[in-house]
């Protein structure tokens, strides 16, 4: 095993002084290399030194402007930090370079998506979905872009996986709850949804608001 791959079994071990103490030695070693100031900045990320973290990141990419791993960490630095104009443009360089991980394209839809760009973020988050299936966050994403473009008939269709997989998704019921009772105008089916979001979360106000909702159509 090598220091970088030690360092970041140290990383993931939360051994942050020892994963900080190999991976210095690994750039004393290999000052050139980029893939150690990424590890580097990425656990000072984790210590939320965030200001000598983007300083590392910078650094690898002066040593390798291909660096996607480099953009791809930056793009979270930023994300993290709210600055999601920055955090933008860094995903879409470690896309460039060729970072095809859901990862990439589920951050790149996310940061899109709070940036009120729901349709420009819909092809990422199906593209993290088609790389990752079993990611629930990514289809849970991808499914309220087609809610937003709405697009009913595919987004059930996604929501009903996301319960496949987590069935204790209190949102995706709500949202089922919501495009039965809006869209397929059926009300019956739309408060089982509701009562459902609210066996998972006892406190969903949305959900027992559209329960009520749809009790006060029903009786009409």
Not at 117 to 135: C, F, H, I, S, T
């Amino acid at each position: 095993m090598d220091k970088n791959q030690q360092g970041i079994q140290y990383m993931q071990e939360g051994k942050y002084e020892e994963a900080v103490k190999i991976f210095s030695e690994a750039i004393e070693e290999n000052p050139n290399e980029p893939v150690a100031y990424i590890n580097f900045g990425n656990v000072l990320t984790a210590v939320g030194e965030t200001a000598k973290a983007e300083s590392f990141y910078k650094k690898a990419l002066e040593l390798d402007e291909e660096a996607g791993a480099a953009y791809y960490s930056l793009g979270n630095l930023y994300f993290e930090m709210d600055k999601l104009i920055e955090a933008k443009d860094m995903f879409e360089k470690a896309l460039r370079t060729g970072l095809d991980t859901s990862d990439a394209y589920f951050m790149l839809g996310m940061t899109l998506m709070q940036l009120d760009q729901g349709k420009l973020a819909m092809p990422y988050l199906q593209r993290a979905v088609e790389l990752n299936p079993e990611d629930v966050d990514a289809r849970f994403q991808y499914a309220l872009c087609l809610a937003n473009a709405e697009l009913y008939d595919e987004l059930i269709k996604e929501l009903e996986i996301v319960i496949e997989q987590n069935p204790e998704h209190a949102d995706a019921y709500y949202n089922l709850g919501v495009a039965f009772g809006g869209y397929k105008e059926d009300a019956a089916k739309a408060i089982e949804y509701f009562d459902k979001a609210l066996a998972a979360q006892p406190d969903h106000m949305l959900a027992a608001h559209g329960k009520k909702l749809m009790e006060t159509l029903n009786e009409e």
